[in-house]
């Protein structure tokens, strides 16, 4: 049965898309068949995949609105072992009208349960917001991810979401854990990197990833190609910081024998 994990938090930027894209590419090269939901009406985990959005014919807002089947709408990539469920411009307008449909934020979860036993692993691409769209994915997984840019502004919000976190284990989703907290964009040669990842393993000194995605051309290059970076650069510092993230959250939960010693690959400074 699968791990549903969400990639979340309400400001933008931040690296959301970049990890749904990366870190569920990095499991399917593992070996781990992976779904990667984009909950996002931007569409660029779509996008960001290989997928024409002109030539989406069904997305998640389908199975959210009009509850289409979920088998009809899940969509190969060119990943073996990656699957992906589309996003497109209609999940705007999705909040409004599932507003007083009945269980309207156990929508996601509904379909997510009919399909968890085809996969070893799904990731949502929340929006960046708080909303009911967020709430649904959230509401459907077991675990969050939050990532974390490594800027001044790196707490702000942070504590709101940690909150929204607590309100849904409470009402909504009691088995709803926080995988990690995972700092982004991170620049050794600047001070305040090092500032930031300081202050927040002091604040959430448990809860942070070992792994930090490194600031890197790479990455923001491949998905103007429509690739996750590993096909389009596997040696680049972008594609090892992910394949070091997928690796950590498989030993942490219990689903490799990678020795702590081999854990994470060292590499080079920004490129």
């Known amino acids: 049965m699968a791990k549903v994990i969400s990639i979340a938090n309400q400001k933008g930027g931040v690296g959301k898309t970049t990890t749904a894209i990366n870190l569920a590419c990095s499991l ?70 599932l507003i007083n449909h009945p269980n309207r934020e156990h929508r996601l979860a ?9 996969y070893q692993f799904i990731i ?13 994915a959230l509401t459907a997984s077991d675990s ?12 702000e919000g942070l504590g709101k979401l940690l909150n929204t976190i607590k309100i849904i284990q409470n009402k909504l989703n009691e088995k709803l854990n926080i995988e990690g907290i995972l700092m982004t964009m991170y620049d050794g040669r600047l001070r305040l990197s090092n500032q930031v990842v300081e202050e927040v393993k ?22 103007s190609l429509g690739k996750p970076v590993l096909l389009y650069d596997a040696e680049c510092t972008g594609a090892m910081n992910y ?29």
């Open 28 to 97: 399917a090269v593992l070996d781990y068949k992976t779904l990667i939901i984009d909950c996002d009406p931007q569409a660029n985990a779509t996008t960001g995949n290989g997928l024409d959005l002109r030539n989406v014919q069904l997305s998640v807002y389908d199975c959210l609105v009009n509850n289409t089947d979920i088998n009809q709408v899940i969509l190969e990539t060119e990943t073996p072992n990656l699957s992906i469920l589309p996003s497109s411009l209609d999940l705007v307008g999705a909040e409004i009208e």
């Open 110 to 118: 509904q379909h997510i349960n009919e399909i968890r036993d085809h």
């Open 124 to 136: 949502i691409d929340c929006s960046p917001s708080l909303g009911l769209i967020t709430l649904n």
């Open 144 to 155: 969050v991810i939050i990532p974390v840019q490594c800027e001044y502004f790196a707490l």
């Open 202 to 223: 002091n604040h959430f000194d448990g809860s942070v990833f070992h792994t930090i995605i490194h600031r890197n051309t790479r990455l923001g290059e491949a998905p």
């Open 243 to 271: 394949l070091n993230l997928a690796k950590e959250i498989l030993q942490k939960n219990d689903l490799t024998n990678i020795k702590n010693n081999d854990k994470i690959i060292e590499t080079e400074e920004n490129e």
